[in-house]
């Protein structure tokens, strides 16, 4: 009964754009054709838990507080990195933000460092 309703739940929603008009992209202006330059560094905030078995526990903390991380893997080490963001301005604005809501959490023993990384061209 259970797959019964589950397979009319994904039909149902499969079928809620139906019927839908999309309307095809608006002409750009002349004046918006300059292009547009990507800063040659950019800043990621890396998230890091005081034990390697912590970072599903801790991905999945910052996802349910409305945080977006991505877990990489990079030389047999895995990190937690949230960004890129365009200037460390910004990062740093967003690495209080994180603190804050780790500190009304009372998480503790976790580091929030900005690092920055060269932008591939």
Known sequence: MRKLVLVIAVLALAGCGEGKRVEGQ????????????APAQQWDLEVRGEIT???SDLSGWLIEHSFVANVIKENGKTRILMGPFNSKAEAE????????ALTRAKKQNIQLLVVEH???Q
């Open 118 to 120: 060269a932008v591939a």
């Open 93 to 100: 604005a967003k690495q209080a933000e994180v603190a804050a």
């Open 53 to 55: 078995q912590a970072v």
């Open 26 to 37: 608006k002409p750009q202006s002349a004046v918006s054709t300059a292009p547009v330059t």
